[in-house]
């Protein structure tokens, strides 16, 4: 193991001193030489076959360039075990000195920006009770019923009423000008509130009929923060009454062949509700405790940290803040700044919720959560993308991005167990399951 001595410059830079035995020395030298040897071509020779005293003696300066680098990474690795600090970017090393077989130097080095979240103070989340009727299990068991379903046309006379199924098609305009392609045969179960709830409301108080024209406007915030407002022009093709069968143990087995009985059934939809409810409170309530955070969590980022993070940022991007109107540039700079700090606050949390938790546990905790939280269909579904990906049998990306879907919500889970055991979740009021969801932010 190398002697190292580590001084403490400031809260994010740090030197070391640095004592690299013969021996070490010698693993050094020695992986330079294969490195090396490895890449080098010289006529007569197999790539890789270049006998040693040739090497040595045309590539003595990259030898011993290339072993103090390997001295280098051996310290950083060593570094960041023993002071527990990520290391963040070797900022000089100097002092580079032979040593009876040996080496020194000196490594000056920064860490990764220091997080002070404080003691949260302010932070509470208020967790709701639902209160689930039988007229939400009933909403919900029509999605169900829905491929057993019988839709009869309206007349032409006929107003569209809540249940009714509408197709329709939509235009999309800015300042006179369309900004997509008109949509088509889209179709609407009026009432649901899943396609969009303004236009839904708009067309239930309308008593829209098939042939009719309708102009719903919405504004909107573009990405540089400006206002719009967008037209949305909609044409009802054609309304269908929606009848629905009554939800038999013959009619769930049909549905679904994991389910026994009707009873069963709308158990799990209870049980589905319940999550949806938790998990959209939850990830408002988590939202907003982030939010507080980011405003009170302190950080110490190292010399240039943000500089050269959009620097990288532009780079990756292709973009130049010429682009830019030239009294705009502090305020990307300052947005920019402001967006690295959320996330890297969003991601300390994470990882602090996070490591106490064993790698079995974790894979056991997401499976668990799948479990509790979704419908018998959707646990089969999991499962059989799940173990593809795990089985590296996935070659399609949409089993990683189901599953990374997934994980993302299992991880605000872990942000809620993190908040609870810090006395954070309070309970408050009962609200209704509808009230809420129609309410919540979609």
């Known amino acids: 193991m190398l002697k190292i001595n580590v001084n403490k410059v400031s809260k994010t830079r740090f030197s070391a001193h640095v004592k690299v035995s013969p021996e070490e020395k010698t693993v050094c030298d020695k992986k330079a030489f294969e490195n090396i040897r490895s890449k080098v071509k010289i006529d007569g020779f ?63 080095f920064d860490i990764h920006p220091e997080i002070n979240l404080g003691k949260m103070k302010g932070v509470t989340l208020k967790e709701l009770i639902p209160i689930i009727d039988e007229a939400d299990i009933k909403k919900e068991t029509q999605e169900v019923l829905k491929i057993y379903s019988e839709k009869k046309l309206k007349n032409d006379d006929e107003a569209a009423n809540v249940g009714d ?130 405003e009170t969590t302190e950080i110490d980022f190292p010399e240039n940290y943000t500089q050269e993070k959009l620097q990288k940022y532009m780079e990756e991007n292709k973009t130049d803040l010429s682009a830019f109107e030239e009294n705009e540039h502090e305020e990307f700079k300052l947005i920019f700044e402001r967006e690295l700090k959320k996330r890297l606050v969003n991601e300390f949390i994470l990882k602090e919720a996070l490591k106490d938790i064993k790698t079995d546990e974790y894979h056991f905790g997401f499976t668990k959560f799948i479990d509790d939280n979704f419908d018998k269909r959707m646990l089969r579904t999991f499962k059989i993308v799940y173990n593809s990906v795990m089985s590296q049998n996935d070659k399609n990306e949409y089993g990683n991005q189901f599953i990374n879907r997934l994980l993302q919500i299992y991880h605000l889970d872990i942000l809620e167990r993190y908040f609870r055991d810090k006395g954070l979740v309070k309970k408050d009021k009962k609200v209704a399951f509808s009230e809420f969801m129609s309410q919540v932010k979609q």
């Not at 690795?77 to 000196?106: A, C, H, M, W």
């Open 46 to 108: 197999r790539k890789g076959k270049v006998p040693e005293h040739i090497i040595k003696t045309r590539y003595s300066q990259d030898l011993e360039e290339s072993s103090v680098q390997y001295m280098i990474d051996m310290a950083s690795e060593q570094l960041i075990k023993e002071t527990d600090k990520d290391i963040y970017k070797i900022r000089k090393v100097e002092n580079l000195v032979p040593e009876k077989g040996g080496y020194s130097f000196e490594l000056i």
């Open 165 to 294: 199924l509408i197709v329709l098609s939509y235009e999309q305009w800015v300042e006179g000008v369309p900004i997509a392609q008109p949509s088509e045969n889209v179709q609407v179960n009026l009432g649901n509130f899943q396609f969009d709830k303004e236009i839904e409301e708009h067309l239930i108080a309308e008593q829209v009929k098939k042939g009719q024209e309708h102009r719903v406007s919405k504004k909107f915030i573009q990405d540089d923060g400006v206002e719009k407002k967008v037209d949305i022009i909609i044409h009802i093709d054609a309304i269908y009454n929606v009848s629905y069968p009554e939800l038999t143990d013959e009619i769930a087995v049909k549905y679904d062949a994991d389910y026994t009985s009707a009873k069963e059934l709308k158990n799990d939809i209870n049980k589905v509700l319940f999550s949806r409810f938790h998990r959209k409170n939850m990830d408002e309530e988590i939202g907003e405790a982030l939010d507080k955070l980011n």
